[in-house]
């Protein structure tokens, strides 16, 4: 599984920036994709996740101001980030989770750094 992020960058607080990921390779099928976090020196979090069936859910740190989007049939995911504060630096990690594997397969990751 290759999987192509794009997006991030530096972005003041209090603004926005978009997320991309895109599946590619021997994928036989997606049952969901999702994009985790890491901070400096925090572990590594799970954000948001979007299912086949088009459920998704967040971690309560980012409701109402990130939001997870795309289609899972397609194999590729989005997830808009606005209102951004400084706890919101990190790495994000793109994961899709293939059926019949029992873990995340995982990007390379790309760096957002929000500024005061």
């Known amino acids: 599984v290759q999987l192509v992020e794009s997006g991030g960058g530096l972005v003041q607080a209090g603004g926005s920036t978009r997320l991309s990921c895109a599946a590619s390779g021997s994928i036989l099928e997606l049952n969901a994709m999702g994009w985790y976090r890491q901070a400096p020196g925090k572990q590594r979090e799970l954000v948001a996740t979007?299912?086949?069936?088009?459920?998704?859910d967040y971690t309560d740190s980012v409701k109402g101001r990130f939001t997870i989007s795309g289609d899972v049939a397609k194999k590729t995911v989005y997830l808009q980030m606005n209102s951004l504060n400084t706890e919101d630096t990190a790495v994000y990690y793109c994961?899709?989770?293939?059926?019949?594997?029992?873990?995340?397969?995982w990007g390379q990751g790309t760096q957002v750094t929000v500024s005061s």
């Open positions: 979007l299912t086949s069936g088009g459920n998704t």
């Open positions: 994961v899709v989770g293939v059926v019949g594997s029992d873990r995340w397969s």
